[in-house]
């Protein structure tokens, strides 16, 4: 299963940003597709995720700014970032849930740095 991310950069703070993300490879349905975004010495955090029902969760402090959307048939998920931060400048990471019964298996991307800086 491969998980590749793109549309990453650096952009002006209040700019906007969309990521991309395409799962290839997976043999069982994905359950989840989600963001999570790691800055420079800290945990990697949950940005947003969206499952295969429609739902989303979303990370309280990036609420309204971020958006995830996802399409289950082309396996590909986005997330559209407005009005962006210097706090923002994180790598970003595409995860993945696949369903195997009553069982999910994790797998990520590569990450795609952010740069939001004037």
């Known amino acids: 299963v491969h998980l590749v991310e793109s549309g990453g950069g650096l952009v002006q703070p209040g700019g906007s940003l969309r990521l991309s993300c395409v799962v290839s490879?997976?043999?069982?349905?994905?359950?989840?597709m989600a963001w999570y975004y790691q800055a420079p010495g800290r945990e990697r955090d949950l940005v947003a995720r969206i499952y295969s029902s429609g739902s989303t969760t979303d990370a309280d402090s990036r609420k309204g700014r971020f958006t995830i959307s996802g399409d289950f048939v082309k396996n590909t998920t986005f997330l559209q970032m407005n009005s962006l931060k210097p706090e923002d400048t994180a790598v970003y990471y595409c995860?993945?849930?696949?369903?195997?019964?009553?069982?999910?298996?994790?797998?990520w991307g590569q990450g795609t740095q952010v740069t939001v800086s004037s």
């Open positions: 995860h993945t849930e696949l369903q195997k019964g009553s069982w999910t298996i994790d797998y």
């Open positions: 490879g997976a043999a069982s349905p994905i359950y989840s």
